[in-house]
């Protein structure tokens, strides 16, 4: 029941073509969200909706609460059918390795080398409760990077982009290629440069390309780099040239 009422109220607030309410000012819903609701055919969810709501004005006319609640949750499992097969296409998607995500990274030191991908398997730190090591017999895990920009006291700004999906794999590939992220002291990422303190781990995820489980085309989703990043980005870095 909650998963339909969830979708609902997130594909009226989709600030796409197909829905015409748009979120408040100043709101911006999670990428995995806005992606979800994206797969999702949202003409069908729109379809779905507007039975429920003839449902509704109609068995408003009638006194009989169990007649009025059949019709409502005939359209809710409807409702529930499109979101469960979806649900099922993009874990399918995900297990298989098919979307492509791209992150952004603010370093305190660029990679060495700048460019390129690192292969190396990850398992817990048997030293460090809580961390992620390069270990001999971890899980495989690959990370293409590079380094998109470096400013004058050393801190990068990297692009990341994982081939796998391991826990805190870009943090620890990349603390490992001599390049932890500001702000992730776990990693060795320091909290302060110079006067500027560093709110949280400088990491973002910008992109995710996915096949869109209906048609096949193939999809893809970004979110704007949050003020902080920003922020500290241009402090360090510098500005984004036109």
Same mark, same amino acid.
């Given at each position: 029941?909650?998963?339909?009422?969830?979708?609902?109220?997130?594909?009226?607030?989709?600030?796409?073509?197909?829905?015409?309410?748009?979120?408040?000012?100043?709101?911006?819903?999670?990428?995995?969200?806005?992606?979800?609701?994206?797969?999702?055919?949202?003409?069908?969810?729109?379809?779905?909706?507007?039975?429920?709501?003839?449902?509704?004005?109609?068995?408003?006319?009638?006194?009989?609460?169990?007649?009025?609640?059949?019709?409502?949750?005939?359209?809710?499992?409807?409702?529930?059918?499109?979101?469960?097969?979806?649900?099922?296409?993009?874990?399918?998607?995900?297990?298989?390795?098919?979307?492509?995500?791209?992150?952004?990274?603010?370093?305190?030191?660029?990679?060495?080398?700048?460019?390129?991908?690192?292969?190396?398997?990850?398992?817990?730190?048997?030293?460090?409760?809580?961390?992620?090591?390069?270990?001999?017999?971890? *899980?495989?895990? !690959? #990370?293409?990077? =590079? /380094?998109?920009?470096?400013? %004058?006291?050393?801190?990068? $700004?990297?692009?990341? +982009?994982?081939?796998?999906?391991?826990?805190?794999?870009?943090?620890?590939?990349?603390?490992?290629?001599?390049?932890?992220?500001?702000?992730?002291?776990?990693?060795?990422?320091?909290?302060?440069?110079?006067?500027?303190?560093?709110?949280?781990?400088?990491?973002?995820?910008?992109?995710?390309?996915? *096949?869109?489980? !209906? #048609?096949?085309? =193939? /999809?893809?989703?970004?979110? %704007?780099?949050?003020?902080? $990043?920003?922020?500290? +980005?241009?402090?360090?870095?510098?500005?984004?040239?036109?």
């Amino acid at each position: 029941m909650m998963r339909w009422l969830l979708l609902l109220l997130v594909a009226l607030a989709w600030p796409g073509p197909a829905v015409t309410q748009s979120m408040p000012a100043g709101v911006e819903l999670p990428l995995e969200v806005r992606m979800a609701v994206r797969v999702l055919n949202i003409t069908r969810i729109q379809e779905v909706q507007r039975e429920i709501s003839a449902a509704v004005e109609f068995t408003q006319r009638w006194s009989d609460p169990a007649l009025r609640f059949d019709r409502i949750a005939a359209g809710t499992e409807r409702l529930d059918l499109v979101a469960a097969e979806a649900e099922r296409r993009l874990a399918e998607a995900f297990r298989t390795g098919g979307p492509e995500k791209t992150y952004l990274a603010l370093c305190a030191r660029a990679p060495e080398p700048p460019e390129g991908r690192i292969d190396a398997p990850l398992g817990r730190d048997p030293l460090r409760p809580g961390r992620r090591a390069v270990t001999p017999g971890g *899980d495989p895990a !690959a #990370t293409r990077y =590079r /380094t998109l920009a470096t400013g %004058p006291g050393g801190a990068a $700004l990297v692009e990341a +982009r994982p081939e796998t999906g391991r826990t805190h794999q870009i943090r620890v590939h990349l603390a490992a290629l001599g390049a932890p992220l500001l702000g992730d002291a776990r990693y060795g990422g320091p909290r302060m440069v110079g006067a500027l303190p560093i709110p949280r781990v400088m990491l973002h995820a910008l992109r995710l390309e996915i *096949d869109h489980p !209906a #048609t096949g085309a =193939r /999809t893809s989703f970004e979110a %704007p780099i949050p003020p902080d $990043l920003a922020g500290v +980005r241009d402090a360090l870095v510098g500005p984004p040239v036109p």
